[in-house]
């Protein structure tokens, strides 16, 4: 009887702790003292277990991912309602995107923890604000697992890798969306359509005192009353919330293998990341970047109190970060420019008070030359100039609409899966429309994510009469995708689709000319026509190396006459001026 009684006790026992850590939901990271992040698949029914128990907490399956796995959203409200439409009319909406790098797990353990703590109320619960989480966007990379490709990061024991499961960095991807990963995450943001935007993340390049750094969306590229607002107080109460925790915050150090003393400048993230095509909603968008060579747990822990310091502050600015948001919208309806690209405005500056380690270069035992090595047993606190003031580089005179053919059904369906609005042309007709010509562009010598992408684009305007067909595509600015259509379609656009080679296809002449049969036509052509005999006669005598170059003489004659294909470097999409910028 007593043996059995033990025996009782012991079952009993067991199914206690058993109950205890099931109604805690402890995590993997917990349960290993902060060494370890969970595999994909245990992260995934972490969340449906959460949701089965608390009806604050719903898991959704989303698009499917280059991995041939869905894509989750997990959404935590306090009142239980889960349809957006319905939930912006009352709270604001705060995104958090997990293991877009998924060697960079911080994230995905820190958002776990969160919900969890929200759903048992073991933190405040928010009324004014709905959490929406994606737990793993890169669930390639996330089944990708191993211990050693994190080079000189500190912990987890075991991660995820950078690249998906076609080896793409997955945050250069959300405008070219080459990725099923991309084309998911653009049905996700355009259902949640979030005010507040943060996407997880481990940095390096350099060492510092730091675990926590952030990384805000550049302000100046936001409408005025906007970007003020995130330059001058969220990111200023981002930073009080987390230092009266203990925990200080500094931006990003963008700096690669030197000593940040001699100052930086803020990262500019263009579209082709995560913030920066977020911010062309106008959604509040910043990466956290904790520190790589901290311990795993510290780095957690930080990402943890960062985002409930965020969400503390959405519920108190809710109904400012709204007003602003729809305000920004609007202001864009009576712009007449737009800056397509920026450049550093070296006449304004900030000064941060970095706490860093001194840094010398000593003579490297490995290759003999200078390396640059960190002292942590020389602490500082020293003013640094940090450069995170922009100014317009390029822009652009805004249309009031944009015509595409219907032939380039590629770049409309990637316009389609960002809820761009456009109408078909009912019947064939003309209409006057400005043109681009490409002038120049450069062409990366590597492969850079799929593409050979193109930089420094320039382009001449004029303006023609263009027959456009039936079925045939125009797309009118007014509306709430104007920046997106905008940093897309104008080719000098950094990260315009003709950048990303969409419209390669433009680039080779496809039509030419027999020299032995062009060579009577071309006698024909400078004979006939004297201004042209003029320009041909000066460009011989000004330039030697198309003196010397018979093939160039007869290819310049070819180009200026009527046998030249009118499609080559013609760029093949339209712009429909606004009445008052026309000439």
């Not at 945050?171 to 996407?199: C, G, M, S, Y």
């Not at 995560?274 to 968008?285: A, K, V």
């Not at 822990?301 to 602003?324: A, F, H, N, P, R």
């Amino acid at each position: 009887m007593k043996r059995f009684f033990i025996f009782f006790l012991i079952i009993v026992a067991c199914q206690n702790q058993e109950q205890e850590e099931k109604e805690s939901f402890l995590t993997l990271f917990e349960s290993s003292k902060g060494t370890e992040t969970p595999e994909y698949q245990e992260v995934i029914d972490f969340y449906i277990e959460l949701a089965r128990e608390f009806p604050e907490i719903n898991i959704k399956t989303m698009g499917e991912t280059d991995s041939g796995l869905p894509l989750h959203i997990v959404t935590f409200n306090d009142d239980g309602e889960f349809n957006f439409s319905k939930i912006r009319e009352r709270k604001a909406i705060l995104l958090v995107n997990n293991g877009i790098h998924p060697g960079e797990s911080d994230g995905i353990d820190a958002t776990m923890l969160f919900f969890r703590d929200l759903a048992t109320n073991k933190v405040k619960i928010p009324k004014r604000t709905v959490i929406v989480t994606i737990p793993v966007y890169n669930i390639g990379g996330a089944l990708n697992r191993n211990s050693t490709s994190r080079t000189n990061q500190n912990g987890p024991l075991e991660y995820g890798f950078r690249g998906n499961a076609r080896n793409y960095d997955l945050n250069r991807d959300f405008i070219k969306n080459d990725t099923k990963n991309a084309k998911a995450f653009a049905e996700i943001f355009h259902l949640v359509q979030p005010d507040v935007f943060i996407d997880n993340h481990v940095s390096n390049g350099a060492d510092y005192q730091y675990t926590l750094t952030h990384l805000f969306t550049q302000h100046n590229k936001l409408n005025g009353n906007l970007g003020a607002y995130l330059h001058t107080s969220l990111m200023t109460k981002l930073e009080d919330s987390l230092a009266s925790k203990n925990w200080d915050i500094t931006p990003y150090v963008n700096v690669f293998n030197r000593t940040p003393e001699s100052g930086f400048s803020q990262f500019m993230d263009y579209p082709r990341y995560s913030t920066g095509y977020t911010t062309l909603w106008n959604t509040f968008g910043m990466m956290v970047e904790t520190h790589m060579l901290k311990p795993y747990k510290q780095r957690v822990e930080g990402t943890y109190e960062l985002m409930k310091s965020m969400v503390d502050i959405i519920e108190e600015d809710k109904d400012t970060i709204k007003t602003l948001r729809d305000e920004a919208f609007k202001a864009y309806s009576n712009k007449k420019t737009y800056p397509l690209d920026w450049e550093i405005d070296t006449t304004q500056s900030s000064i941060l008070k970095f706490k860093g380690f001194e840094g010398e270069n000593i003579k490297s035992e490995v290759t003999q030359f200078n390396r640059l090595k960190y002292n942590r047993d020389q602490p500082f606190t020293k003013d640094v100039v940090y450069q995170n003031y922009f100014k317009p580089k390029k822009e652009i005179q805004i249309p009031e609409a944009y015509v595409i053919p219907q032939g380039w059904w590629n770049v409309i369906n990637h316009l389609s899966q960002n809820m761009v609005e456009m109408t078909q042309i009912e019947s064939d007709t003309t209409i006057q429309v400005q043109t681009y010509s490409i002038e120049n562009y450069q062409t990366r010598t590597a492969a850079y994510e799929g593409h050979y992408q193109h930089f420094n684009t320039t382009v001449s305007p004029s303006s023609e009469t263009i027959a456009f067909r039936k079925g045939d595509i125009i797309i009118y600015t007014n509306q709430r995708a104007i920046r997106y259509l905008i940093e897309t379609l104008e080719p000098e656009a950094p990260d315009s689709f003709f950048n990303w080679n969409f419209f390669d296809t433009i680039l080779q002449q496809k039509e030419g000319f027999s020299p032995y049969v062009f060579e009577d036509i071309a006698k024909e052509l400078l004979e006939n026509d004297a201004d042209l005999k003029q320009r041909f006669e000066t460009k011989l005598a000004e330039e030697e190396a198309f003196a010397n170059n018979w093939y160039s003489q007869l290819d310049w004659i070819h180009k200026q006459s009527e046998h030249y294909e009118k499609a080559h470097l013609k760029y093949p999409v339209f712009r429909i001026l606004k009445a008052d910028s026309e000439n």
